[in-house]
């Protein structure tokens, strides 16, 4: 069974600070997305990786795929009080199945 | 464009009662996927579709749970009885390709009392 772990949790710091959560399996993905949720919302796709070692920029935020397609790693660079939510990625695995999502890293980013 | 509509947006209800979970795709997409969010669990995958056909029902969590789509517009989600544990946020997503973005519906907010 493949499974996408993320790191960590839960994330509460203040505006302006730097941050990396990271998605990890021991699995090989052929592709990887990042979904923000908000409060209320459903989540919405951010950015999908698909190159090992690919580097995706999206204004302040960073995602990088791993050189393996392995794990992946999402920087916030000063962030701001509306990165605030449920960040989920999600890995395309063995083909004709259905994206495997991991369980997200809650971020409160406070003023 | 409209995207994925789900109806109702919350829904209140007794404990052994039926409740029915109602979405519609976007327009062109060939996959719908069904899944249920709570603090505890995360996001769960329960049941998908692809050109109307259940895929993969493995996330269903028992047989009080049920699944159809119809038609290329309209799926349903059934829990009888309902019980308590049951309540979480229910969404519906749909893609254009099996593994592709998946746009999300507003989910229903169901409470079990």
């Known amino acids: 069974t493949q499974l996408l772990e993320q790191s960590p949790q839960f994330l509460s710091i203040q505006e302006g600070e730097n941050l990396t959560v990271y998605c990890n399996s021991s699995?090989?993905?052929?592709?990887l997305q990042w979904y923000r949720q908000e409060p209320g919302e459903g989540p919405v796709l951010l950015v999908t990786?698909?190159?090992?070692?690919e580097v995706k920029k999206l204004k302040r935020l960073t995602f990088q795929f791993g050189d393996a397609r392995k794990d992946s790693s999402l920087h916030i660079t000063a962030a701001q009080t509306g990165d605030t939510g449920l960040y989920l990625c999600?890995?395309?695995?063995?083909?004709?199945?259905?994206?495997?999502f991991g369980k997200g890293t809650t971020l409160s980013v406070s003023s | 464009d409209a995207g994925v509509i789900q109806s109702p947006r919350h829904e209140v209800t007794e404990m052994g009662q039926e409740v029915t979970l109602r979405c519609k795709p976007i327009?062109?997409?060939?996959?719908l996927f069904w899944y249920r969010q709570t603090m505890m669990r995360g996001l769960e995958l329960l049941i998908y579709?692809?050109?109307?056909?259940?895929?993969?029902d493995s996330g269903m969590p028992e047989d009080r749970f049920s699944a159809k789509m119809p038609n290329a517009s309209f799926s349903t989600l059934k829990i009888q009885p309902s019980e308590p544990r049951d309540s979480a946020v229910y969404f519906c997503?749909?893609?254009?390709?099996?593994?592709?973005?998946?746009?999300f519906g507003p989910g229903t907010r169901l409470t079990v009392l």
């Open positions: 327009s062109g997409h060939n996959s």
């Open positions: 699995s090989v993905f052929s592709s």
């Open positions: 990786v698909v190159t090992g070692g």
């Open positions: 999600a890995g395309a695995g063995q083909a004709g199945t259905a994206l495997i």
């Open positions: 997503a749909s893609s254009f390709q099996l593994q592709g973005e998946q746009f």
């Open positions: 579709f692809n050109n109307n056909v259940p895929i993969d």
